[in-house]
């Protein structure tokens, strides 16, 4: 009785688990986290919100500088492990320096937020470059063509650990050890999470003498899927190529516009939610009801990117998502708070795996680093800008009507400029041959 050889494991799985883990530890710090400090650390050292959101801009500006100048490199043989190393060390130890904020007379000519900008926002902030989610957006999609999909949805949802973990975490730090060693804990906790598990990264299969997908022969990678699946060709644009398409500017627009109802709006959620009388348990709870429902959904969202069309996928993705918005605005109890985080888990969440997806489709997977060193500081400005904004708005009004308003309508804004995108029209070119 003959038996079909057994298949072989495909190491584009390993890159899709370290992407999980690391995109986890990228929203955690970059949103979630930092959250749970706004209320302590403006208790003892009189920041106003906007002083404090004005960290996560310097953050993101020093992602946007940085990236252009080392992003090409993620599409460079050993690079990206490189880079994924370089964050994770930087980033930890940016964390754990912010325990001294205002405490190290040495450093006593620059004021205490000075220093909490410096450390969190510029020099944690340069470890952005190899990030969870670069790695999610700029290398894992090279691994896969047919199966991109998922393996990004996948990917994805460890984001959603950002929400589901970090404000339980934080939160249990800041009450058992104080907000100053909280840092500290998190920096040690960030690196020794994520420093084993970047080293298996691999930049592409191509490296190691596989194919995308896993395929055997080089016509399986091109060759249309099952009839139940939309065809997904290997066809990879330069960054000059793209740059001369009407779609990347469309695209990069779209993007850029979304980028404000996310950055500064998620922060926001536990502030709002604790000025306007729900309990510190809430917040914390309704953020990992959102990450839970966000995890789950994420996974649903790639399966269905790789049948669906993903720019109809995203239109609505952004549409629904600016229709929840007013839920928390108007939440008046923790039920309509319940109701608002599972609805953005289902809609919002999507965002993180449709993004990269139609990057990903639009472009091709051969030149993703290099586009993304000039996606990512368009995308980081707006990225810089809305947290101040949001923060300024609640201090100028005492609440966050304005703020929340913005976030509505960029949502719907960026649906309508995905709507005008245009597609790119190039013919099939044949697969990449593995690495010989």
Excluded at 117 to 125: I, R
Excluded at 225 to 252: G, H, K, Q
Excluded at 275 to 291: C, L
Aim: charged share 15%; net charge positive.
């Amino acid at each position: 009785m003959s038996h079909s050889p057994r298949p072989r494991f495909y190491y584009g799985w390993v890159i899709t688990g370290v992407a999980f883990v690391t995109g986890g530890f990228s929203a955690g710090i970059n949103i979630w986290s930092p959250s749970m400090f706004v209320l302590p650390m403006r208790a003892e050292l009189g920041w106003s919100l906007t002083g404090f959101f004005l960290a996560l801009t310097i953050r993101s500006v020093t992602g946007a500088l940085t990236m252009p100048l080392l992003g090409h490199l993620l599409d460079r043989s050993g690079w990206a492990r490189r880079l994924a190393i370089f964050s994770t060390i930087v980033t930890g130890l940016g964390l754990m320096g912010c325990k001294w904020v205002g405490e190290v007379p040495a450093f006593d000519f620059l004021s205490g937020q000075l220093q909490f900008y410096l450390l969190f926002g510029v020099f944690s902030g340069a470890g952005t470059v190899g990030s969870g989610f670069v790695i999610a957006n700029s290398v894992l999609p090279k691994w896969f063509i047919q199966k991109r999909g998922r393996a990004i949805g996948i990917a994805a949802a460890g984001t959603a650990m950002g929400p589901l973990a970090f404000p339980f975490m934080t939160q249990a730090l800041i009450d058992a050890l104080g907000w100053r060693d909280a840092w500290l804990a998190l920096g040690l906790i960030s690196i020794g999470a994520q420093l084993p598990l970047v080293l298996f990264i691999k930049t592409r299969p191509e490296d190691v003498g596989l194919l995308p997908d896993g395929a055997e022969r080089p016509d399986d990678v091109t060759r249309p899927a099952p009839r139940r699946r939309r065809r997904i060709a290997d066809v990879s644009l330069t960054r000059a190529e793209a740059l001369r398409t009407r779609t990347f500017w469309f695209w990069a627009s779209a993007m850029m516009v979304a980028n404000v109802g996310v950055s500064g709006f998620q922060p926001s959620w536990v502030p709002f939610l604790q000025e306007n009388g729900f309990s510190n348990n809430i917040a914390v709870a309704g953020t990992a009801i959102y990450g839970g429902i966000g995890g789950v959904s994420r996974v649903i969202w790639g399966m269905l990117g790789e049948r669906i069309s993903v720019r109809k996928l995203i239109i609505v993705q952004m549409a629904l998502t600016g229709a929840t918005v007013p839920v928390l605005l108007y939440a008046a109890n923790n039920v309509m708070v319940v109701a608002f985080m599972v609805s953005a888990g289902l809609t919002m969440g999507a965002y993180f795996i449709l993004q990269p997806l139609m990057t990903a489709e639009l472009f091709g997977r051969g030149h993703l680093g290099a586009i993304a060193g000039i996606t990512q500081p368009m995308l980081t400005f707006s990225a810089a800008l809305s947290p101040i904004v949001v923060g300024q708005l609640r201090d100028l009004r005492g609440d966050y009507f304005l703020a929340f308003t913005m976030a509505t309508a960029a949502w719907i804004v960026g649906a309508a400029i995905v709507f005008l995108t245009p597609p790119i029209r190039r013919a099939p070119e044949p697969a990449v041959q593995p690495a010989r």
